[in-house]
């Protein structure tokens, strides 16, 4: 069954580095989404892109978060100057199409900023 | 505006036992979809079901079955006879269509254990 694959699994970080954690979404899906899960709490929708573009995006996702599709198979979210409050489990989701609700999850990198 | 409950924070059963996790919505939209995920301690979500606003038909999937019920905007999971292996977070999710929203909005999770 096709997967969508995220690298790293964990990541640590020194508070005001730059990260960027990676995704390969299923390869015919044409939606990518990026979630956002605190230690304990509850799954949080960080910013959706179709078409080269982000189509909504959430109040947590402030300017020094980005994602990127660079070359037609990865699916990159970067935030630029990490805090320690950014410390959790980040979620790659990709979807076929706009009408369909089959989201398929990553397995999550969870970062750590120390 | 859209929200999940799911109000029971943590439950606890001792194996075989059946237990109901809690989920009941808010949406102003008539076309929307609600999800459950298994969330095990190694951290994956785990898709268990799907389920369109127009289909209000319980479903049943092994031991697993779910009531959605609009009147009440409940959308409840049963587990019977519980195993260990069931211990794990459980979401709730509901995403919007009509209003043109596509993103999952997530309660916050029922933590199920399970006894030997």
Redesign the interface.
């Given at each position: 069954e096709p997967e969508v694959t995220q690298t790293p699994s964990h990541q640590v970080t020194q508070m005001g580095q730059e990260v960027i954690l990676r995704c390969v979404p299923i390869s015919n899906h044409l939606y990518f989404y990026w979630y956002r899960q605190i230690l304990g709490q509850k799954v949080e929708f960080l910013v959706s892109f179709y078409n080269n573009e982000i189509s909504e995006k959430s109040e947590i996702f402030d300017d020094q978060f980005s994602v990127e599709r660079p070359d037609g198979s990865n699916f990159t979210l970067k935030i630029r100057s990490t805090k320690l409050e950014d410390s959790a489990m980040y979620f790659c989701a990709s979807s076929p199409r706009r009408g369909d609700y089959g989201y398929t999850f990553g397995s999550g990198t969870r970062l750590t900023v120390v | 505006a859209q929200k999940v409950t799911q109000a029971q924070t943590e439950i606890s059963v001792v194996e075989k036992e059946d237990v109901t996790l809690d989920c009941v919505y808010e949406t102003r939209d008539t076309t929307y979809?609600l999800?459950w995920?298994k969330q095990p301690p190694s951290?994956?979500?785990v898709?268990l079901i799907?389920r369109?606003s127009f289909d209000e038909q319980n479903e049943i999937s092994g031991r697993y079955s779910w009531n959605f019920q609009k009147s009440t905007s409940s959308f409840n999971f049963t587990i019977t006879a519980s195993q260990v292996v069931d211990s794990a977070v459980y979401?709730c999710?509901l995403?919007e269509?009509t209003s043109g929203?596509?993103?999952?909005?997530?309660?916050?999770?029922t933590r199920l254990k399970v006894l030997a």
């Open positions: - | 979809y999800f995920y951290g994956e979500l898709f799907r369109n979401f999710a995403s269509v929203t596509y993103k999952y909005i997530f309660g916050t999770g």
